[in-house]
């Protein structure tokens, strides 16, 4: 029925299939709008966030996947800038899901703040102090780079591409795409850090303070490496679940390979800095706020297993497999690798939000913890279930994987 | 932000921020800017159709774009890098003139059952060109072209009087459920349209007398080669490659016997539309 | 401007020894700043108190039990005020004048961000929309403005009673305002007389001399936000609750 609008030389699977393959993402989504709607209409007495708990699941959850979603911004500055043209393979695929994280991110802000009509009053009363300010201001701009991005992948569709003004225009806008690459870096590794930031500049808290260079703190700094680090394991990983979904071969896998060494090397730095980092802050920064660095994991089920598992489980191991050429021919190994790696950086962010907010900073405080209301669940799983249908009409109708067409042809193994 | 407004006051903090922030902003819509002013200027000048042959043509995979002196063994492996467009090619020329004068056969050749008749030039994506006595040219689609195609449920001719680009839409064919654009072998006016008994679709006046990007005879025979070729292998399914019978001859219309989901593919690799 | 009127810093002193808990400063500070009657599934974590009565104790037994109660409000951080820095908004003002820490509620976005900044917790968040029942709302405070849902409010050193101080000592032609004139509503309603207003800047004036004792100590100074409410107390155990390392105290865990 659609099948004009659907490229030809790929194989997409029967409408119907399409459809009930959309159908229960579909009715996530409408619960979750509900549920959105709830805390839109009666106010953030929905969540189980508190005074105490003033961030919860949803900005965890917002930092998750803004440095997953880093992917998309990494591999465009790995491909127009540094002309690595293997990713080309995964490119497009990378652009939607950027997209699709910000702008879920930034949904779910929209929502999770108390006033969001107020939201341009950041623009209007901007306080250049503020790490929040920064982030506000670049993850409007770079939303705006990435729909930029994202345009002419939508102009390419087989139907689109015959209306002449969007031809010509996709073609124009081809032709300066390294310019939003550029620019689409640039902000990137500013809010990345700025999110990094947020927590490096509590004095007030000292767990989560760090000490810096100049006006950055180092969660600035790591932060940014952390999310470089796992953006290519994030493509990896989506590649694949995409792959195996809809049981397709897309990538040749000499662009798995790539994406992994690109990774384990950034990652391997980022676990050194980390320890180094993580020795400091206990040794002296903590200490110098007048904290005892053991009460940041006396409490279960934040203990030091936390710290282990962040660092070493999902930061080193993951760093090793990738940097084995052994382990990076294998799928098994690339994915596991993967998902370690993704793993340790929604860690990382569970530690700087959630750990930090549950950890007492008076001494007549007690240690405590929250769980998300359903409302938070379902409204985290709205933009999960739009997410996957904007992908899944993307995958449809537009190209995300140029080399798909070639490995149908049963050409180009490599 | 506005000074004077509530003890506003700008600090360099301020200065450095908004000033990074609102150039980095100008910077991105001023791309917009110049690109939708170029894709405006483009537009005027025509040239939706060249960008959308640029398109298709970058999507065709590898094996479809062989240089054409390749395909008649001048050369070793060469992609044309050109879009098929031989005019515009620095070393089409070249082997032109290595060439030297070869006497084409006169007689029409029969390349895996499909007819090259001699009298015509041939454009990659199957239409032939007959140059008339008094300098308009005659199209067709050629033997693999009609028999791929079979009796088209529709076809939408140009109107006489309009303006036909090279590589750009000749004319729009309708086949189950497949529309597929004949491409336009030479730059010209549309003239007449051939009736029903004529072996021509369109007449044309060109726009110039250079048909070097179009195939000679004896050249299109290597190429009719490869072609059948290359409709063996759509027509083969899985990866056992070409596992069609040899030495048989193609039924008159081939859009009966394929099945209606790969007609659509098969259409668009022969006639360069991925 | 700041040149013409005398810079004052307003803080508090608040005698533990003297605190019993009665938590008659939290009921006139709700009653003062328009607290609206709590809602069915207000608890402990989500209610607005900008003075809290905290408790604790220097967990030993009986006979060496003892215990203390701590009000805290706002500390009015005169050092890298955390909440201040932090708002991507500016809704967050610091007095060049007073040194009192104010929260702008019409240009607050909600983002919590300075709730999560301020060490001691002493900032709220409307969860709830404001309701009052039929009649109550003839016990509002005109002075006062009520805050919308999704807006963050704490203790401004009853701002309000300030602005009257000065109208006041406008009237009478004078720039400079009575103190007497300037007192917040916890203070005022305190039994024992615990807590002590005025401004540290004035060498005289009761605040800062009680300041200056050397029971006096200040909550997570060690932070290095100087902050402008002072504790006193006798107790060595008390004064150690004001360091930033817990270890000491509270090694329960509260599921809430």
Redesign the interface.
């Given at each position: 029925m659609d099948k004009t609008l659907i490229l030809r030389g790929v194989r997409r699977c029967s409408t119907g299939r399409f459809l009930a393959w959309l159908t229960p993402w579909t009715l996530l989504l409408a619960v979750g709008l509900f549920a959105l709607g709830l805390c839109l209409v009666r106010g953030l007495n929905q969540t189980n966030m508190d005074n105490r708990f003033a961030f919860g699941l949803w900005i965890f959850l917002d930092l998750a996947i803004i440095a997953l979603g880093a992917g998309a911004f990494f591999t465009g500055f790995l491909l127009y800038i540094l002309r690595k043209d293997d990713l080309r393979a995964v490119i497009n695929s990378a652009v939607v899901i950027g997209f699709i994280c910000y702008s879920g991110a930034v949904l779910v802000l929209m929502v999770d703040v108390g006033q969001p009509l107020r939201a341009w009053f950041t623009f209007w009363h901007p306080n250049t102090h503020s790490m929040l300010t920064e982030v506000t201001f670049c993850i409007t701009v770079y939303l705006t780079v990435l729909a930029i991005e994202y345009a002419p992948i939508l102009l390419r569709n087989r139907q689109l591409r015959k209306v002449p003004s969007f031809l010509v225009f996709e073609g124009e806008l081809h032709k300066v795409m390294p310019v939003f690459a550029a620019v689409g870096a640039f902000l990137s590794f500013f809010h990345q850090g700025s999110l990094g930031g947020l927590y490096g500049v509590l004095q007030g808290r000292p767990f989560a303070f760090r000490e810096g260079f100049a006006i950055w703190p180092t969660t600035f700094f790591l932060f940014i490496l952390s999310a470089l680090a796992t953006g290519p394991a994030f493509v990896l990983v989506s590649t694949w679940i995409v792959s195996k979904v809809s049981r397709k071969q897309l990538v040749k896998p000499h662009v798995f390979s790539l994406l992994a060494k690109i990774s384990g090397w950034l990652l391997i730095v980022y676990v050194g800095l980390k320890s180094v980092d993580t020795l400091v802050w206990l040794n002296r920064t903590a200490p110098q706020s007048g904290a005892n660095p053991v009460q940041f994991y006396a409490w279960q089920p934040f203990a030091t297993w936390l710290l282990f598992v962040e660092i070493v489980l999902l930061g080193l191991l993951p760093a090793l497999i990738f940097l084995s050429a052994k382990r990076r021919q294998s799928m098994k190994w690339l994915i596991t690798g993967s998902l370690l790696a993704c793993g340790g950086v929604v860690v990382n962010r569970f530690v700087m939000t959630i750990q930090t907010l549950s950890l007492p900073t008076l001494a007549f405080e007690p240690f405590m913890l929250y769980w998300p209301s359903w409302q938070e669940v379902a409204t985290f799983l709205a933009v999960v279930a739009y997410g996957v249908i904007l992908y899944s009409l993307s995958f449809r109708y537009l190209t995300l994987f140029p080399q798909e067409r070639e490995l149908q042809r049963g050409g180009g193994a490599s | 932000?506005i000074p004077g407004v509530y003890e506003?006051s700008w600090?360099a903090?301020?200065i450095?921020?908004?000033g990074i922030?609102y150039g980095?902003?100008t910077?991105?819509l001023a791309?917009?800017v110049?690109?939708?002013f170029?894709?405006l200027k483009?537009?005027r000048a025509g040239?939706?159709?060249a960008?959308?042959w640029?398109?298709d043509f970058e999507?065709l995979?590898?094996?479809a774009r062989r240089c054409r002196h390749e395909l008649s063994g001048e050369t070793r492996s060469r992609e044309c890098p050109n879009g098929f467009d031989c005019r515009r090619c620095a070393v089409h020329p070249q082997f032109l003139a290595a060439r030297g004068e070869s006497a084409d056969p006169m007689e029409e050749q029969r390349i895996g059952g499909f007819l090259l008749p001699a009298d015509r030039s041939y454009h990659r994506g199957h239409t032939w060109v007959r140059r008339g006595d008094d300098g308009e040219v005659t199209i067709g689609l050629d033997d693999l072209g009609s028999h791929l195609i079979g009796k088209p449920d529709q076809i939408d001719l140009p109107a006489p009087g309009s303006r036909l680009a090279v590589n750009g839409t000749a004319w729009e064919l309708l086949k189950n459920?497949s529309?597929i654009r004949v491409l336009s072998p030479v730059d010209g006016i549309v003239l007449r349209h051939g009736s029903p008994g004529d072996d021509w679709m369109l007449e044309v006046a060109p726009a110039d007398d250079d048909l070097s990007h179009l195939l000679s005879p004896s050249e299109a025979r290597s190429w009719m080669l490869r072609e059948v070729e290359r409709l063996h292998l759509s027509l083969s399914t899985g990866?056992a490659?070409g596992a069609l019978a040899d030495g048989g001859v193609p039924v008159d219309d081939l859009s009966t016997e394929i099945p209606p989901g790969e007609f659509?593919?098969v259409c668009?690799?022969m006639f360069l539309?991925? | 401007m700041v040149g013409e009127e005398r810079v004052a810093r307003y803080g508090m002193v608040i005698d533990l020894d003297r605190c019993n808990g009665c938590g008659a400063c939290m009921t006139a500070c709700a009653v003062e700043n328009n607290i609206p009657p709590a809602q069915p599934r207000v608890n402990e974590r989500t209610g607005l108190t900008s003075m809290r009565v905290h408790r604790a104790s220097n967990h030993r037994g009986f006979p060496d039990h003892e215990e203390v109660f701590i009000p805290i409000s706002c500390q009015h951080c005169g050092e890298h005020t955390p909440c201040m820095s932090v708002c991507p908004q500016n809704a967050v003002d610091v007095n060049p004048l007073t040194g009192v820490v104010s929260q702008i509620p019409a240009r607050c976005l909600g983002c919590r961000y300075c709730m999560a900044a301020c060490p001691v917790h002493a900032r709220y968040f409307n969860w709830f929309d404001p309701e009052w029942p039929e009649g109550m709302e003839r016990t509002l405070n005109p002075d006062v403005s009520v805050r919308m849902r999704g807006v963050v409010e704490k203790c401004n050193f009853c701002h309000s009673r300030y602005q009257a101080a000065k109208a006041k000592a406008a009237a009478a032609g004078s720039r400079e305002i009575d103190p007497a004139d300037y007192v917040p509503a916890c203070v005022e309603a305190c039994p024992s007389g615990a807590i002590v207003f005025g401004d540290l800047s004035d060498p005289e004036s009761d605040v800062a001399l009680a300041a200056k004792s050397s029971d006096a100590f200040r909550l997570l100074e060690s932070l290095g936000t100087d902050p402008k409410v002072y504790y006193l107390s006798e107790r060595e155990w008390v004064r150690r609750l004001g360091g930033a390392d817990v270890t000491r105290d509270s090694l329960e865990v509260h599921r809430g």
């Open positions: - | 932000m506003f600090s903090g301020h450095i921020f908004l922030f980095v902003i910077l991105v791309t917009i110049v690109a939708s170029r894709s483009s537009g040239r939706a159709e960008m959308l640029h398109l999507d995979s590898p094996e459920g529309s990866f490659g659509d593919q668009g690799l539309q991925p | -």
